[in-house]
């Protein structure tokens, strides 16, 4: 038996892959705003610091892996999307990088297929970049909600990606799964949103490989990702997304 905590288990992509880790055997240390073991506001240090607290408290001998679930759509304000879907998982997983190292571990993050719509030099991903929060909120203020979606999730694999090196010397693999479209409550409200909803059908409706993806399509790779058989996977993107990825950037990889 494993142990993982993640956050953003209680609905959604993170919801799927918590109750197949926990029909596998695994012991699942879930954070989230509403429901699990332990209740925190990611989008505020002081949430964060509690939660790291608390899972240290849990599993202080280490962690098998962490998973940084948790995050909003581009239909929320775009000051939380900016703390939740960077700032947040960055936080969590550095402040759980010595459990998983315990275990030689394994921590994967949940970018997106529309991270590569954004380049590294915009200057919103620059502010996630240099890991100085206020600025960086203060910036997302000021674009629009998809702008700061994509432009976390882009950060967020930099990040990743400039961090193999040093964090596999410890013994902890990162990684990111990138998803498309897929059918969870988040993706419903931006469904049902006046300027984006029509869009984001559309473009469900393009996806080479059938429509919209069920969390459970997701979290199928993400739990290879965490597994044993995939001990030399580091550094990686893994685009499940139904080619959406390939038939928008079919000349890039």
């Known amino acids: 038996m494993k142990r993982y905590a ?11 892959l918590r109750k197949q880790l926990s029909a596998a055997g695994h012991e699942v240390i879930s954070i989230d705003i509403k429901e699990g073991d332990i209740i925190a506001d990611l ?31 581009p239909v929320a304000p775009p000051r939380i999307i900016a703390a939740v879907n960077y700032f947040a ?24 297929n529309s991270a590569p719509m954004m380049p590294t030099a915009h200057p919103l991903v620059q502010a996630f970049l240099a890991d100085d929060e206020a600025p960086a909120l203060e ?8 702008t700061v979606y994509a432009g976390s999730k882009h950060a967020l694999t930099v990040w990743m990606r400039r961090n ?40 469900s409706a393009s996806v080479p490989w059938g429509k919209t993806a069920q969390p459970e399509q997701i979290a199928n790779v993400m739990r290879f990702m965490l597994s ?26």
Do not use: Y
């Not at 993640?6 to 992509?13: F, H, K, P, V």
């Not at 240090?45 to 909003?72: K, P, S």
């Not at 193999?164 to 897929?182: D, F, M, Q, Y």
């Open 6 to 16: 993640m956050t953003g288990g209680a609905t959604g992509i993170g919801a799927a």
């Open 43 to 73: 989008s505020t240090q002081e949430g964060r610091d509690r939660a790291l607290a608390e899972v240290h408290a849990r599993a202080a001998d280490g962690l098998d892996g962490f998973i940084a679930c948790a995050g909003l759509p």
């Open 89 to 112: 998982a960055v936080v969590m997983a550095a402040g759980l990088r010595d459990l998983v190292g315990k275990r030689r571990g394994t921590v994967l993050l949940v970018s997106s």
């Open 139 to 146: 910036i997302a203020e000021g674009e629009a909600g998809q």
């Open 164 to 203: 193999v090196v040093s964090w596999a010397k410890e013994g902890v693999r990162l990684n990111a799964i990138a998803p498309g479209i897929t059918d969870t409550p988040l993706t419903q409200q931006v469904f049902a949103d006046e300027d984006l909803g029509d869009v984001m059908r559309d473009f």
């Open 228 to 253: 044993d058989e995939a001990d030399f996977v580091c550094g990686s993107v893994f685009f499940v997304d139904g080619g959406s990825d390939a038939m928008l950037r079919s000349d890039q990889f």
